[in-house]
T-cell receptor, first 115, second 113 residues
Framework: NAGVMQNPRHLVRRRGQEARLRCSPMKGHSHVYWYRQLPEEGLKFMVYLQKENIIDESGMPKERFSAEFPKEGPSILRIQQVVRGDSAAYFC?????????????FGPGTRLTVL | GQQVMQIPQYQHVQEGEDFTTYCNSS?????IQWYKQRPGGHPVFLIQ?????EVKKQKRLTFQFGEAKKNSSLHITATQTTDVGTYFCAGRASGGGYNKLIFGAGTRLAVHP
């Protein structure tokens, strides 16, 4: 049973370009979470999605960032017109259920570097 | 909004010494989870605590959930070099409906042989 998959693992972009980060949850998981982690810092929640729905995007910057989880295919975190401050590790996690008793399984992350 | 604070930020120990990290929430939690992230790796789930005053053990790791369900601790007995990494607590606020996990900033553990 494959775990959470993220690609690319490393992504380099120049300022102003677009970054697309992909996440395939564990098989059978329909809940996906995106987190951002700056170097030597904690995990900051960005967005929570279920299939075709954004449930909570309270941690997502209002501009340039968007996320989707289509009926078919991976979840996508999209960052438009990247700036140097977007450089970070972006982790995706998935869970089987939401509610009181669910653990989140994390992918290996995408390390984004903005030049 | 809900905040989860974790101390200390860093801890350096000699191999064989004990280690404890503490987690405090500004609000009552329905449950708390602990994760470990090795250097360069991704967070890995360790355990979840749900009941007030709950204590769980995993070999040399002891996890506690406070009586008021607002704080938690992770204690490692006789640390080993394999314990190196950052330990995060993550709390879920109590109440109905969806409640996202709020992660603490983590405690980075260094173990010197």
């Amino acid at each position: 049973n494959a775990g959470v998959m993220q690609n690319p693992r490393h992504l380099v972009r120049r300022r102003g370009q677009e970054a697309r980060l992909r996440c395939s949850p564990m098989k059978g998981h329909s809940h996906v979470y995106w987190y951002r982690q700056l170097p030597e810092e904690g995990l900051k929640f960005m967005v929570y999605l279920q299939k075709e729905n954004i449930i909570d995007e309270s941690g997502m910057p209002k501009e340039r960032f968007s996320a989707e989880f289509p009926k078919e295919g991976p979840s996508i975190l999209r960052i438009q017109q990247v700036v140097r401050g977007d450089s970070a590790a972006y982790f995706c996690a998935s869970s089987l259920l939401t509610g009181l008793s669910n653990e989140q399984f994390f992918g290996p992350g995408t390390r984004l570097t903005v030049l | 909004g809900q905040q989860v604070m974790q101390i200390p930020q860093y801890q350096h120990v000699q191999e064989g010494e004990d280690f404890t990290t503490y987690c405090n929430s500004s609000t009552t939690l329905s449950n708390i989870q602990w994760y470990k992230q090795r250097p360069g790796g991704h967070p890995v789930f360790l355990i979840q605590l749900v009941k007030s005053g709950e204590v769980k053990k995993q070999k040399r790791l002891t996890f506690q959930f406070g009586e008021a369900k607002k704080n938690s601790s992770l204690h490692i007995t006789a640390t080993q070099t394999t314990d190196v990494g950052t330990y995060f607590c993550a709390g879920r606020a109590s109440g109905g409906g969806y409640n996202k996990l709020i992660f603490g900033a983590g405690t980075r553990l260094a173990v010197h042989p």
